[in-house]
């Protein structure tokens, strides 16, 4: 019986343990690690660190029942066999996936992705893979700011122009509402003659 109660204490400090990682984390990445050697585990976690993302081994039946815990359902047909836990924080949990997509290659596929849930959505491996090649938020505004900064440049570019003529001496082109206030005169001034 003693034996007993000690087992149930342990699964329970197991458990809790691995709840009250889980619950810091809101990314959450399934993958078979079998095959990996250390060193490459080693990197793998070096890297997820640098993005204040880890990487944890885990045993199956301690991690589904902390994730029930914690109001995660849909996860046990990827937890089977050796697992690795990736968990991922923060509004760029697509440079984790990233990370973990290219340890994959890196290992021969020795790291097989088996889903994910990443910024809410459940994903399969191909849609985990699909979401670590969208670009990063960073990117994002950087294309947005070079879409902005476009037409500014433009505008930049023949104002500049429309100086160095004037300071030429040469004639400046008339701007089109100066063309067009030229074109209605014209026939007024044309008409004159006639009536003379």
Do not use: W
């Not at 990682?21 to 585990?41: H, K, N, P, T, W």
């Not at 440079?95 to 290659?105: G, L, Q, S, Y």
């Not at 889903?115 to 959505?121: F, I, R, S, T, V």
């Amino acid at each position: 019986m003693e034996y007993q109660t000690r087992i149930n204490d342990t699964k329970k400090a197991a458990v809790k343990q691995l709840k009250d990682e889980f619950s810091q984390y809101s990314g959450f990445i399934f993958a078979d690690y079998r095959g990996m050697s250390v060193s490459q585990l080693t990197s793998l976690r070096k890297q997820l660190r640098e993005k204040s993302a880890a990487c944890r081994i885990v045993k199956n039946h301690y991690a589904r029942i902390a994730f029930k815990e914690l109001g995660h359902d849909g996860f046990d047909a990827h937890m089977t066999g050796p697992t690795a836990v990736v968990l991922a924080n923060g509004e760029e949990q697509n440079v984790i996936a990233k990370i973990v997509m290219e340890a994959a290659k890196a290992s021969g596929n020795k790291l097989a992705v088996r889903g994910a849930l990443l910024d809410g959505q459940h994903l399969d491996a191909a849609g985990t893979e699909a979401f670590s090649k969208l670009p990063t938020r960073l990117e994002l505004i950087s294309m947005l700011m070079a879409t902005m900064k476009a037409p500014v440049q433009k505008l930049a570019a023949t104002l500049l122009a429309y100086k160095e003529k004037l300071e030429s001496g040469a004639p400046a082109a008339a701007s089109p509402a100066e063309a067009k206030a030229d074109e209605a005169e014209a026939p007024a001034e044309a008409a004159a003659p006639a009536e003379a």
